[in-house]
T-cell receptor, first 114, second 113 residues
Framework: DTGVSQDPRHKITKRGQNVTFRCDPI?????LYWYRQTLGQGPEFLTY????????KSRLLSDRFSAERPKGSFSTLEIQRTEQGDSAMYLC????????????FGPGTRLLVL | GNSVTQMEGPVTLSEEAFLTINCTYT??????LFWYVQYPGEGLQLLLK?????DKGSNKGFEATYRKETTSFHLEKGSVQVSDSAVYFC????????????FGQGTRLTINP
């Protein structure tokens, strides 16, 4: 296992721009999760996929946010018309998808919106 | 809804001191409980977990026991090292559906030599 990878690790953008993050889960992990972590807080759930199906979205995920997992492997998270309040660490995690399974986290993408 | 409350930090201890970080939860049903650790500059790593009442999770000298009667999952270590300096997160996941994690706010631990 190479672990969960995320790209880019850091992103600085100007308010109003669109950004896209990528997550590559551990191979053969069916479930993929996105979380957001702001400074001094614990991560908060955004959305999750079972294979290519997006099965749950948090109320935190406004309509400016969209996530995809087109072939049930890697996933992308896009933020349109970024706002300063979107500045955070975006974390991806994957799990095998059976009961009681641990989620394995990537290193995160740190977004700063100026 | 489900929630996790953990001891506010920061916590500063001397090497070889005893560590306790308190964690309590509110949940419907019987969640699984976790401690994750975030070392400086690194991602979240699972430290230990417990999936049912009275289970004890342990790893790297850390322990936590799933206490259903007090809805707690306190983290303990008998003798901390400088290398234990990190941010510790308590979390729960529900058993069905998304099994998404609900985290506490984190406790920053600093161990001085």
């Amino acid at each position: 296992d190479t672990g969960v990878s995320q790209d880019p690790r850091h992103k600085i953008t100007k308010r109003g721009q669109n950004v896209t993050f990528r997550c590559d889960p551990i191979s053969e992990h069916n479930r993929l999760y996105w979380y957001r972590q702001t400074l001094g807080q614990g991560p908060e759930f955004l959305t999750y996929f079972q294979n290519e199906a997006q099965l749950e979205k948090s109320r935190l995920l406004s309509d400016r946010f969209s996530a995809e997992r087109p072939k049930g492997s890697f996933s992308t998270l896009e933020i349109q018309r970024t706002e300063q309040g979107d500045s955070a660490m975006y974390l991806c995690a994957s799990s095998p998808g059976t009961t009681k399974e641990t989620q394995y986290f990537g290193p995160g993408t740190r977004l700063l919106v100026l | 809804g489900n929630s996790v409350t953990q001891m506010e930090g920061p916590v500063t201890l001397s090497e070889e001191a005893f560590l306790t970080i308190n964690c309590t939860y509110t949940a419907t049903g019987y969640p699984s409980l976790f401690w994750y650790v975030q070392y400086p500059g690194e991602g979240l790593q699972l430290l230990l977990k417990a999936t049912k009442a009275d289970d004890k999770g342990s790893n790297k000298g850390f322990e936590a026991t799933y206490r259903k009667e007090t809805t707690s999952f306190h983290l303990e270590k008998g003798s901390v090292q400088v290398s234990d300096s990190a941010v510790y997160f308590c979390a729960l996941s529900d058993r069905g559906g998304a099994q998404k994690l609900v985290f506490g706010q984190g406790t920053r631990l600093t161990i001085n030599p």
